[in-house]
């Protein structure tokens, strides 16, 4: 089965189009480096909650949009090795791909894939 990395941001609304460059180049070198699928989303219809929720957790404010993203790999080995190029090649750094959010808010994890159903 494959590994997956997930990402939960809060983006400032004013900013997709800017977003949408950013998460594009970061894609491309996601692919470089082994990922075989990229996948962003931009909320539409995210709740708030009373106790949790996706804008709590990222704590969004009024004017932000929820984006969820996701990256597929292989394998975990693959992965490993693709985040230690991706974080090494300078095309990542905040001069030439700066983050038009607040990374401090930013919510990630890598996941072992257990099921998949539907396409693949």
Known sequence: MSYVDCFVAAVPIKNKASYLAHA?????????????????????????GEL?????????NADEAVVFSWVVWPSKEIRDKGWSAIMADSRMSPEHNP??????????????TILRLGAS
């Open 24 to 48: 594009k180049a970061t894609g491309e070198l996601f692919i470089e480096f082994g990922a075989i699928e990229l996948v962003e989303n931009w909320g539409d219809d995210v709740p708030d």
């Open 52 to 60: 949790t929720s996706l804008p709590m957790a990222v704590k969004a």
């Open 99 to 112: 983050m038009p959010f607040d990374g401090k808010r930013l919510i990630y994890g890598g996941f072992d």
